[in-house]
């Protein structure tokens, strides 16, 4: 089967699935602050998410889960009986569409926790309506979750929720190692049966078992992307595939002497990436040629943050268990204390490489990773996720529509959430503040609207604060 009808098949399947509008649990409902038929939102400051500069004054008809209407409030009236909210000094933007999230969180030596009832609540509270998990490390517990909030049991994004890991030979105690193509179809095969909706294939893998893994996905019409070091970017786009996660910073296309199907080690693959000249051929030559196989590159700078030396604390350490906040602050006084860290000079080189390629026409899109040693925490890190997009050399509008439209782009579900317009599906995101003079704003949520229903991410959080690490 081609590509392009794969695709096709895909989209309208989220179409199908959007539509649905479910009746609320009352544990659900317990988060909700504007539940009404008819929900008009006046005076609002509107970033649609297409990069357009902002629109003042605004108003928005909600309606079974829909944006109705929206205009400028002399074309656009509230309807008689509409739930009335103003919104006068606040922002109205697209639900973020994160690419890169997980439900489980590093809380030992090589021992990861599964934290899906805390995180997908902390997703929604950070401004999250939509998220693919980028791989998992328990088996069912993405599909059962992505379930329950499908069917109005738990709060949290709508999820395209990807299958446990594809990986060759290693040594992770939670994940299964593959032995050649055959079994790597099977693997796909089977998780697609149960579900999955999307696969992720890691640095062990090789060139056969990753071609059999696209090839069995693309069948069914699913996606797949790959945190790489075995197989290089340009021999992964040669297969076709459709997304690479971490930037460059996992690119081994750069290693001299880089040895087919073997994974050279992060650290090498780093070390090549700093000294990239993004100006060089070589790596001009790598962009132009995920731009022209489409391959979208995922930028996760928060997870790069925390193994940076002089960077701040990132946000939302407060909710996690004191065990697991103290561990990280360890980590983070290690880090600061590593004179030579490579990624010193290797985060600034992470960025340039990563706008780079957006501004060679390249589909870039954005995820948190809250893996490696910790300290990246759903929903406060997708809101630092833009901040960062913004030093490296985004404005802040272009970061927005990174986080939002880009995102919905490649879920193929642009055509109902990612962007504000009449007739799209009502995942919207109230800011007390201008995000798009002040990029910072975006941590003020006011409320998280997700088809249509208005979230407190104050009541989120507070139901797991102090207790993230336990579910
Ligand atoms: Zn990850």
């Known amino acids: 089967m081609t590509r392009a009808l794969g695709f096709a098949f895909a989209a309208l399947a989220g179409i199908s699935l959007a539509a649905q509008r479910p009746a609320l649990s009352d544990a659900v409902s317990a988060y909700v602050t504007v539940d009404a038929p008819v929900v008009a939102l006046v005076n609002a400051r509107v970033i649609d998410g297409t990069g357009a500069p902002p629109r003042e004054g605004q108003t928005l008809v909600l309606r079974d889960g829909r944006i109705a ?13 509409a739930t009335l909210v103003d919104l006068a000094g606040k922002t109205v933007m697209p639900g973020l569409v994160m690419l890169h999230e997980h439900l489980y969180y590093p809380v030992g030596p090589g021992v990861y926790g599964q934290l899906g009832q805390s995180f997908s609540r902390l ?7 939509t998220m693919r998990t980028g791989g998992n490390m328990n088996g069912f517990m993405d599909l059962n979750l992505k379930r329950a909030i499908d069917e109005g049991r738990a709060a949290g994004p709508a999820m395209d929720a990807t299958a446990p890991y594809v990986n060759g030979a290693n040594t ?30 890691y640095m062990q893998i090789s060139k056969a078992e990753l071609g ?29 595939i459709d997304n690479l996660e971490h930037g460059f910073f996992a690119a081994t296309d750069f290693v001299p002497d880089k040895q087919s199907d073997v994974c050279p080690g992060q650290a090498r693959a780093q070390q090549a990436m700093a000294l990239v000249d993004e100006s060089s051929p070589g790596f001009q030559a790598l962009v132009r040629t995920l731009v022209e196989k489409r391959v979208a590159l995922t930028s996760t700078l928060t997870v790069f943050e925390t193994l940076t030396p002089g960077r701040p604390v990132p946000p939302g350490q407060d909710v996690l268990l004191p065990l697991l906040k103290e561990q990280f602050a360890q980590n983070h006084r290690r880090t600061s204390e590593n004179t030579s860290s490579a990624y010193r000079t290797l985060f600034a080189k992470g960025m340039a490489l990563e706008r780079a390629f957006a501004r060679a026409g390249g589909l870039l899109v954005v995820g948190t990773d809250p893996t490696a040693g910790g300290g990246v925490v759903p929903g406060f890190a997708n809101q630092r996720a833009l901040e960062l997009l913004v030093e490296a050399g985004f404005t802040p509008l272009e970061a927005i529509s990174i986080a939002t439209r880009n995102g919905a782009r490649y879920l193929g579900r642009d055509a109902d959430i990612g962007t504000l317009a009449t007739g799209k599906q009502a995942d919207l995101v109230v800011i007390d503040g201008d995000p798009s003079r002040v990029i910072a704003d975006v941590r003020r949520v006011d409320t998280v609207f997700r088809q249509g229903t208005g979230y407190d991410p104050a009541k989120l959080v507070a139901s797991v604060a102090g207790r993230v690490g336990l579910w």
């Open 123 to 129: 997703y929604l509270a950070g401004g999250v309506t």
């Open 212 to 240: 059999a893994v696209i090839d069995e996905a693309h069948t069914r019409g699913l996606k797949v992307t790959a945190h790489l070091c075995s197989v290089t970017y340009a021999e992964a786009a040669a297969l076709d």
């Open 69 to 81: 209407a929206m205009g400028d409030a002399s074309r656009v009236r509230p309807p008689a009986g």
């Open 172 to 201: 992770f105690m939670q994940m299964r190692s593959m032995a050649g193509p055959d079994e790597a179809r099977r693997q796909v095969a089977y998780w697609a049966d149960m579900g999955a909706t999307s696969f992720k294939a």
